[in-house]
């Protein structure tokens, strides 16, 4: 008996995330109320309680059933292994891709995070979460630079840190920009094409083609009518003209 009230839970439960991921993307996610979830799962709002404390805590659960698939290790067979970081970066990556374009609930898992939610009122603490996932990504694309550093895969002055931003910034574009068009392009042809040529030209020591901004330059940005109207700081002012230049890798 007890064994079958548990299944029995284990199926509620994922009656509720099921009507919750389809609801979300139908309607957005500041639109569908835990009434609305239940009545679709064909449970009462007390059990949708039973399961989760809130509408938050039920979407983070949604979402982590979609995405758990994506942090999962590959078969011996296919892995890399330690002594390839930038291959297995590479693979985990495309998986990441080929899950958006053909598998059903992480894309719509994406589709919800991207364009149906609103981080405002009891929504607002997922954004947290969201800058979270980011974060781990991030650091994880920048242990994978540092390993490939130190085993001489990339020139010792790569800066792995700015690496693993520029990586996070060329797959979440990547990944936003289909989900908004997915007719605009073929995600996995373009993606796996754009991820090489990043990850292989860090292989490369490329010199700064562009001279420093000068004076003039740095005193034009923001300057334009559409930058003026209610921007700059708390007293107008732009930024000070500087010739300071970064150091480029």
């Known amino acids: 008996m007890a064994r079958r009230t548990k299944q029995e839970a284990q199926e509620t439960r994922a009656r509720l995330l099921d009507a919750a991921e389809q609801l979300f993307h139908e309607r957005g996610v500041s639109r569908t109320s835990l009434q609305d979830i239940a009545q679709a799962a064909g449970v009462t709002r007390g059990a949708v309680y ?6 938050v805590q039920l979407f983070n659960a949604m979402m982590e059933r979609a995405t758990m698939p994506l942090e999962e290790d590959f078969e011996p067979s296919v892995s890399p292994g330690p002594d390839r970081p930038l291959d297995d970066l590479r693979l985990r990556l495309m998986n990441v891709m080929h899950c958006a374009a053909f598998n059903a609930r992480t894309r719509r898992a994406f589709e919800i995070a991207n364009l149906r939610v609103e981080f ?13 996932a980011h974060r781990e990504w991030t650091e994880h694309n920048r242990d994978a630079f540092e390993r490939a550093r130190a085993l001489g895969q990339l020139p010792p002055d790569v800066d792995a840190h700015q690496a693993a931003i520029g990586l996070m910034a060329l797959i979440g574009g990547l990944l936003h920009h289909w989900i908004l068009d997915p007719e605009a392009f073929d995600l996995m042809e373009v993606g796996q094409a754009r991820l090489e040529h990043y990850l292989s030209s860090l292989t490369l020591v490329v010199p700064n083609r562009f001279p420093p901004l000068t004076a003039a ?11 003026d109207a209610g921007g700059g700081d708390a007293t107008g002012d732009a930024p000070p003209a500087t010739d300071a230049v970064h150091p480029q890798n």
């Open 120 to 132: 405002v009122g009891e929504m607002a603490s997922i954004r947290g979460r969201k800058v979270a």
């Open 217 to 227: 330059e740095r005193g034009a940005l923001g300057r334009q009518p559409v930058c």
């Open 50 to 55: 039973w399961h989760f404390e809130d509408k």
